[in-house]
């Protein structure tokens, strides 16, 4: 038999072939137009002085003046870079001054998330049946909570005169028993004046931690589910105490979501921004003491009106981020 | 009825490496063809080729007189009963059935009509309100082949479909798919990897080895007269013995240190043996030493009730030669030493490429 | 694990560390719960009993009051809501469609540049969102999108996360024979989608709508950068407005605070078991 017609396929507006690139290109189309291009642009605005608003014609050649006047570091006597002098000087120049804030909150406030949700995550997970999914939620609560809310009402809790804070932190510290404070040494007797700048990073620290704790709790208690139970079994019969079993087993096995944890850690700290601003109302707190890099940068934007300066502080930070994520890589990535 | 005939067929992903390559093969108008073959060795390809889901990168598919190559899959006229059923979960029976016919933008009233009468055909018209999830594999199933009937296709496509049921409920619906292919009289493709379902449903089966057909005929043509070592090896359970055969000097064959045994063929041809076959239900057993046989001893014995089989290792043979025996005439035991021919005219002779030589 | 040794006889200070430790957690949850307390104690008083030493700690009488204040200093508080539920709601159903479409594509399809598009994808996760905070400022002034939740809303249209989540459940739960079946039955590609992807995929799109609807609604510094006029203010911006240098009103505060923090938090109590396992999910696998 011979076949004598061709079938022409009836025509759809979507073929096979086409169908999943149509299916894939709303991403691609949005990235292009809010996230490749403003980028691209904001590498060639970093190079000009502009105030955002005025026409493109307006603006003025820079070449590296803007990163150069960002990074001020004219005026630096780096012979005495030994010196607590030294420092100081470094720290009053808004970018350095900003990064170190940054690093600081960062630090103080990340460190005791993974340090408080590893054991936590384990004691959860190996001591809680019923109450376990309650506790976590509890937990997990400030995570999802507005930023904005919750953080205006850490501001009144951490008033020094009326703080609910100050009154339990020495309704602890001057509680006696028989003429003796167990907790004097621990918990202050006097109100302490939250308001005072030296402060000011500690509250943004607290809060960081309190809203970030519970999800990094939930990130390790997912990686705890995964690791094998005859493994546990197999340490118990060779006697290995809950201690080793923690230290052997449970350690080693969380390390791939350790790095996950931190990474994240790391990269949301680097650009935190909404608690430090709402907490100091924007200003970044008496001195600047609490501004953190990316408020420093919108500073500059918003209320400087130097959007050229901005783009600069953008691309010296994201240089710094990468710089610390590759860091990062290389000390906790676990090696296969 | 729509006979189909695929010419010179070549699938490629990458336009380098060939799955399947310069494939031909006609396939009769109502016949039953069985596409069987090892994991991987085009059959599923193929067939996914004849639907329209896979591309054809060579060749041409044609139903009947048309090609269809660049038909979507729906506008073929082929239907197809997957292996994993593929009903859709969130539909009843009734819309699983109706749904390609809904597509085709075929009107409702002719839609739920024909939708009852495959439900009755099938005896599946008391569960068209259930959902899949509450069916049982059998019932899934027929819903699956329901679901092909009702848009009453050209061609039938069938895509390892018993391979999920146990073992009582395949041998059911194997005869179910046997009578409804009698009673449709459509052309229907099965693909399987299992003899034995290719040996009792096909008409005539396709036997696929790397990308290519071996062979292809009726069952008992496939079992009598294998045209390759493959496909000797491949049908009858379980598999026939291939020894190697040397010195064939004075009409008779050297096996291994075993043995000679006269040469089964007329010259000339015989004069390029190189294996023989023999099917474990084609063994003889005699005496140890019988002149014309081959010195084996018995090392495993497995009963199956209706008959014996055997594992018996002869000398110099590194793969142990399969018997199996019906009837009890002799018991035997691990260690007995036995001498093993093959029931006249049953042997089967290969060349050193395979190819049989008769 | 480490309980299971039960049957054995334990040491006398196992039980006390056992109830340290928990007595840890406890005052943990405690600690993570105080605001959210005090939130709603404050709202019921009046700001001269919040100023008061020592500050009230249990529920007062003065929340309809409380609320009125808040009215005659924001009358837009409740369009505000509004505002940013609705913006909240159109974002989620466009990821929702958007990434089910992309996570089918990635999961169920071939095609050329399958896994190169879907790594670009992710590795847009890492950029750090400050980088595009000043460039998003510009290109919405240049494009006349300031004050429009336009500029809220299309941006974040489309989620990387979203279309990695889709991506994840359709390839774990979908087999790749029922796009086929459905193709047998003459579907064409986007009706597949919409008529048998879709229908299948409601528990991932249950996640990805919390997921999103919580992000968009608590989205403060987008807002912040775009939302220059009082009368198109989301919550979060309406709720820092109240934030004075001095005087703040502690009781009208609380009360849009708690407000603010409601609609989540009902939310949140009969979804949380949900919304955690599908934030993880991702994190576990990857």
Not at chain 1, 209 to 229: D, E, H, S
Not at chain 3, 5 to 18: E, I, S, V, W, Y
Not at chain 3, 219 to 248: I, K, M
Request: charged share 15%; with cysteine; glycine share 8%.
């Amino acid at each position: 038999m011979q076949p004598t017609e061709r079938n022409r396929p009836r025509k759809r507006w979507l073929s096979k072939k086409w169908a999943p690139y149509v299916f894939v290109s709303p991403f691609f189309i949005l990235f292009a137009i809010f996230g490749l291009f403003p980028l691209l642009f904001s590498v060639y605005v970093s190079l000009f002085r502009w105030d955002g608003v005025s026409p493109l014609s307006q603006m003025k050649w820079e070449g590296f003046g803007n990163y150069l006047y960002v990074l001020e570091l004219e005026g630096l006597d780096f012979r005495t870079v030994f010196t607590q002098a030294f420092w100081q000087d470094v720290y009053s120049r808004d970018f350095w001054r900003s990064l170190y804030n940054t690093l600081w909150i960062g630090v103080v406030a990340g460190l005791p998330q993974h340090l408080i949700a590893i054991p936590l995550a384990v004691f959860i997970h190996t001591q809680f049946r019923r109450a376990r999914n309650g506790i976590l939620a509890i937990y997990f609560l400030p995570f999802i909570t507005q930023t904005v809310a919750i953080v205006l009402v850490f501001q009144a809790l951490f008033s020094a005169k009326f703080g609910v804070i100050n009154s339990l932190l020495t309704g602890i510290g001057q509680w006696e028993v028989a003429g003796f404070a167990p907790f004097s040494l621990m918990f202050p007797t006097e109100p302490v004046d939250w308001a005072r700048p030296q402060k000011t990073p500690w509250i943004v620290a607290f809060v960081v931690w309190w809203r970030y704790v519970g999800w990094n709790t939930v990130l390790y208690l997912a990686a705890l589910q995964t690791i094998p139970k005859d493994l546990y079994e197999a340490a118990r019969v060779d006697g290995a105490s809950p201690w080793r079993q923690f230290v052997h087993i449970t350690l080693p096995q969380l390390r791939p979501m350790i790095f996950f944890a931190v990474t994240l850690t790391l990269i949301g700290n680097l650009q935190l921004f909404e608690e430090p601003y709402v907490l100091t109302a924007g200003t970044g707190g008496i001195g600047q003491v609490a501004e953190t890099s990316a408020m420093y940068m919108l500073r500059v934007a918003m209320t400087d009106g130097d959007f050229g300066t901005a783009s600069a502080v953008a691309w010296l930070l994201f240089m710094f981020v990468a710089l610390l994520t590759w860091m990062n890589n290389r000390v906790l990535k676990p090696k296969d | 009825m729509t006979p189909l005939s695929l010419k010179k067929i070549g699938k490629s992903y990458d336009g380098r490496n060939y799955v399947i390559r310069d494939l031909n093969l006609e396939i009769r108008a109502g016949e039953f063809m069985v596409f069987v073959g090892p994991s991987g060795c085009g059959k599923t390809t193929l067939l996914r080729m004849i639907a329209g889901l896979e591309e054809i990168s060579e060749g041409e598919v044609a139903f009947g007189d048309s090609v269809v190559n660049e038909l979507d899959p729906g506008e073929r006229g082929a239907a197809m009963v997957f292996q994993s059923y593929a009903l859709y979960p969130h539909m009843t029976v009734a819309e699983n059935l109706g749904f390609g016919l809904k597509m085709s933008g075929v009107a409702k009233a002719e839609r739920e009509r024909a939708v009852n009468d495959v439900a009755k055909v099938l005896q599946i018209d008391h569960m068209l309100s259930s959902k899949p999830k509450s069916l049982s594999g059998g019932q899934r199933q027929r819903v699956a082949i329901g679901r092909a009937i009702v848009r009453n296709p050209k061609v039938f496509l069938f895509d390892e479909p018993l391979s999920n049921l146990d073992a009582a409920l395949r041998v059911q619906m194997r005869i179910e798919l046997a009578r409804l292919h009698k009673q449709l009289g459509t052309t229907m493709i099965y693909v399987t990897h299992d003899q034995v379902e290719a040996m009792t449903l096909g008409q005539r089966i396709a036997v696929f080895n790397r990308g290519r057909i071996e062979q292809v005929g009726t069952p008992l043509e496939l079992y009598e007269r294998p045209e390759n070592r493959f496909v000797a090896q491949f049908i009858g359970s379980p598999k026939m013995n291939v020894l190697a055969a040397s010195g064939n000097e004075a009409g008779r064959l050297k096996i291994h240190s075993a043995g000679t045994i006269p040469v089964p063929i007329a010259q000339p041809a015989s004069s390029a043996i190189a294996a023989i076959g023999i099917r474990p239900e084609d063994v003889v057993l005699h005496e140890a030493g019988t002149p014309d046989t081959l010195a084996a001893s018995v090392t495993m014995i497995e009963h199956l009730g209706d008959a014996t089989v055997l594992y018996l290792e002869i000398d110099g043979a590194d793969q142990p030669v399969t018997a199996k025996l019906h009837g009890s005439n002799k018991q035997y035991s691990p260690g007995d030493t036995v001498g093993l021919a093959c029931v006249d005219g049953k042997m089967h002779c290969f060349n050193a490429e395979g190819a049989a030589i008769r | 694990m480490y309980s299971s040794r039960k049957t054995k006889r334990r040491p006398a200070g196992a039980f006390t560390l056992k109830l340290i430790a928990y007595g840890i957690v406890f005052a943990g949850a405690v600690v993570m719960l105080l605001p959210f307390y005090f939130m709603f104690v404050f709202a019921t008083h009046a700001n001269a009993d919040i100023l008061s030493v020592p500050p009230p700690y249990w529920f007062g009488d003065h929340l309809l009051e409380n609320l009125k204040q808040l009215m005659a200093m924001r009358p837009n508080f409740w369009k505000s809501i509004g505002w940013s539920l609705s913006i909240a709601a159109a974002t989620t159903a466009l990821n929702l469609f958007f990434c089910a479409l992309a996570g089918y594509a990635f999961a169920m399809l071939d095609f050329r540049y399958r896994e190169t598009l879907f790594g670009l994808i992710l590795a847009t996760l890492l950029l750090p969102s400050f980088v595009s905070m000043i460039p998003t400022i510009l290109l919405m002034q240049q494009i006349g999108w300031i004050n429009s939740s336009k500029a809220l809303i299309i941006p974040g249209a489309c989620g990387a996360l979203g279309i990695f989540m889709m991506r994840q459940y359709i390839s774990s739960v979908l087999p790749r024979d029922l796009v086929d079946a459905a193709r047998m039955d003459a579907c064409g590609e986007f009706d597949i989608f919409l008529r048998v992807v879709l229908p299948l995929i409601g528990p991932a799109l249950g996640t990805l709508a919390l997921i999103t609807f919580i992000g968009s609604y608590n989205n403060f510094v987008g807002a912040l950068l775009v939302l220059r006029d009082q009368e198109v203010y989301t919550l979060p911006l309406v709720l820092r407005s109240l934030q004075g240098t001095n005087g703040v009103t502690w009781g009208a505060l609380s009360i849009g605070a708690a407000i603010a923090v409601l609609p989540l938090l009902a939310l949140f109590v009969v979804y949380s078991r949900r919304l955690i396992d599908g934030l993880t999910a991702g994190a576990v696998k990857g």
